[in-house]
């Protein structure tokens, strides 16, 4: 957990406003709703923090600070608590990310597969300067990412939500047509 | 089955039959194939029959320690008015293993099935499945089936008419290696973070929420459908020679090989043949150097290793390794040992919680020394400075984690010390750049 997405990447670009931005209540309406639906499934609130995150970074792409107050709140935790669950995982973002998030495992098993060739494909071919950075036109945020549980279709990578087997350096840029 | 491959006639198609076939997928199509029927009968024998008979057949964990299933849930209390929980742990993030991944895409309900008769055999009402934040397609195929259990009345109120209640839920994980510990899972499930928990009190005195908890793998608990509907004396029986080590495996085969895939095993089939037999070997004109094969927290084992090494429990270790969760890394003579250890250490290093002082130390220390043998600025002094690191990681933190890096360390310079000698005297050029 020790490299995490804030430390990685300069804040600002991407999408839904930066941090000057007013707070709109993100836990309303029919996300409320599919929280407080969860609440009927643990014997604690706070169990329902993990998924709570999930439904504030599907709405907004990320967890901003007011968000992780809101989420407190309505939970019964503290802010500061909040942020620390937050950045213990790796798949919360902390920052604004680019319109897709590509994640790209490069462990060892991957690795032997040529892990690394599809990882600098992936960020010559968007354009991306580095791992976590964003591109220029907004469109794609790289992130190498360890063992994604899929070794033996090296390289898995996931682009937002889809799970991609086989990817390697010459299948690139037509998988990246499918994400404008 | 050899998952993406057809099945080869060498293997014991249990677990894996359906791989494949998305008509499995369904309520109705599980049922067309026999789904189902062993959660009706256990649900008619008495609780404790059914842990007997997960007892008699000899079922392990198949998460990575070996535990005695039956066993296991024989350690829930009795009668103790407290909610039992049972926790299923689709955290799946050891290098090198995608078994559950197979299970719970192509026959979520064989999952559903083994994770109702588990609960309704330990006394627990509700079952947490805690599945990694990255397995999108296991977690919607999971989610919907599910939900079609519940529409069908195998899970509810009254589980396929018993008068008992078992609830399901599907918990989303969010991206941590070490959520795969039990208790570290337990924590994330209770909206924490995931630092592993000391023990005792084991998970059956007070596991999650405070309550009796009995936790295990996806593929332990996919196998207990099978216990129930073939009789426990079936799945003793199927064993090559080593009655310790009974029932079927999926090893996931990964790295230098022809046929990666998931291929279902009996306990016991010889390591060379798996490999060279059933995956396709190695690549025209290479040679087999080296194999992890129990998921990368397992030591490394040579060629001459894996020659006469049946694949069980017992026998893997007195070939120097451990089985670990099934998950076999192949390395072709192609390998820089030493950039691969090193890459490993990394990933420790990376997925380290931190809270153990030896672990969050020793595990960025290793990688430091690893990666500055690799940039040939290593001393001869650096081996010794390795194996003194690991000896502090081994055995004296919350979890083990921090064994589990020492691990290839440990075994890659006992088996291939040469290679580490060769960047050290600069004999070999640089692999990495200066740091
Ligand atoms: C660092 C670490 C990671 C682990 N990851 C997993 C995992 O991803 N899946 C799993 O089933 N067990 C994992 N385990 C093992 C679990 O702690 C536990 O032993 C297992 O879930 C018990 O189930 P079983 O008895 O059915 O094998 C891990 C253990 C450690 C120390
Ligand atoms: S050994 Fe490492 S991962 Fe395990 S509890 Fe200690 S610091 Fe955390
Ligand atoms: S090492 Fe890449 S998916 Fe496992």
Request: net charge neutral.
């Amino acid at each position: 957990m020790s490299q995490h997405l804030a430390q990685l990447h300069g804040a600002g670009h991407g999408r839904s406003g930066g941090h000057a931005a007013p707070h709109e209540p993100v836990l309303v309406g029919d996300t409320r709703a599919r929280l407080e639906q969860l609440f009927t499934k643990y014997p604690t609130k706070a169990a329902c923090l993990l998924p709570a995150l999930w439904l504030v970074q599907e709405a907004r792409g990320w967890i901003s600070e007011p968000a992780m107050a809101e989420v407190a709140a309505v939970l019964g935790l503290t802010p500061a608590y909040v942020k620390g669950v937050v950045t213990f995982y790796t798949m919360y973002h902390t920052h604004p990310v680019g319109r897709h998030f590509i994640q790209v495992c490069t462990t060892s098993p991957c690795g032997l597969c040529g892990a690394e060739d599809t990882m600098k494909a992936l960020l010559e071919r968007t354009g991306c300067r580095e791992l976590g950075a964003t591109s220029p036109d907004g469109r794609f945020t790289v992130m190498e990412v360890e063992c994604l549980g899929a070794c033996g279709f090296p390289t898995p990578i996931l682009v937002d939500d889809d799970f991609i087997e086989d990817v390697t350096p010459d299948r690139v840029a037509e998988i990246l047509k499918r994400y404008p | 089955m050899g998952y993406p491959h057809p099945s080869h006639p060498r293997e014991t198609v249990v677990l894996s039959r359906y791989f494949g076939d998305a008509g499995a997928r369904s309520y109705r199509g599980w049922v067309e194939r026999g789904g189902y029927a062993a959660l009706k009968a256990a649900l008619g024998m008495a609780p404790d029959d059914v842990t007997n008979m997960v007892k008699e057949s000899g079922l392990r964990g198949r998460g990575g320690a070996g535990f005695p299933t039956g066993l296991k849930w024989s350690f829930m209390p009795k009668n103790d008015g407290k909610p039992h929980y049972l926790v299923c742990n689709a955290d799946e993030s050891e290098p090198g293993t995608f078994k559950d991944r197979e299970i719970m895409r192509w026959t979520p309900h064989q999952l559903i099935e083994g994770c109702a008769i588990a609960a309704y055999a330990i006394g627990a009402e509700t079952c947490y499945i805690y599945i990694r934040g990255e397995f999108t397609d296991p977690l919607r195929i999971m989610t919907d089936a599910v939900a079609e259990a519940y529409a069908e009345g195998a899970l509810g109120a009254s589980a396929l008419g018993s008068g008992k209640r078992i609830d399901m839920v599907i918990h989303r994980g969010a991206g941590a290696y070490i959520c795969g510990e039990e208790t570290a899972l337990m924590n994330s499930l209770e909206g924490k973070r995931g630092n592993p928990r000391i023990k005792p009190p084991f998970p059956a005195q007070a596991g999650v929420f405070g309550m009796p908890t009995t936790i295990n793998n996806v593929e332990t608990l996919a196998a207990v459908p099978h216990i129930v509907t073939r009789g426990a004396a079936w799945y003793k029986a199927l064993a090559l020679g080593n009655p310790k080590s009974t029932g079927t495996k999926l090893i996931s085969v990964c790295g230098h090989i022809q046929r990666p895939g998931n291929y279902e095993i009996t306990l016991g089939f010889p390591m060379k043949d798996l490999i060279f037999d059933l995956a396709g070997g190695m690549r025209p004109g290479r040679t087999l150097k080296a194999v992890i094969p129990g998921g990368s927290s397992v030591p490394i084992m040579n060629a001459a290793e894996v020659e006469d090494c049946p694949t069980d429990y017992e026998n893997i270790v007195a070939h120097g390794s451990q089985l670990g969760s099934g998950g076999m890394i192949v390395m072709d003579d192609t390998t820089d040992m030493v950039y691969q250890i090193w890459r490993l250490a990394r990933f420790y290093a990376h997925e380290s919680c931190a809270q153990c002082t030896q672990c969050r130390e020793g595990t960025a220390w290793t990688t430091k020394v690893l990666e500055r043998i690799l940039a040939g600025k290593g001393k001869p002094e650096d081996l010794d400075l390795l194996l003194d690191l690991s000896e502090n990681m081994t055995g004296k933190t919350i979890c083990v984690l921090s064994d589990s890096c020492a691990a290839p360390v440990v075994s890659g310079i006992q088996k291939f010390r040469s290679e580490f000698e060769a960047y050290i005297s600069r004999a070999r050029k640089p692999a990495l750049a200066a740091v």
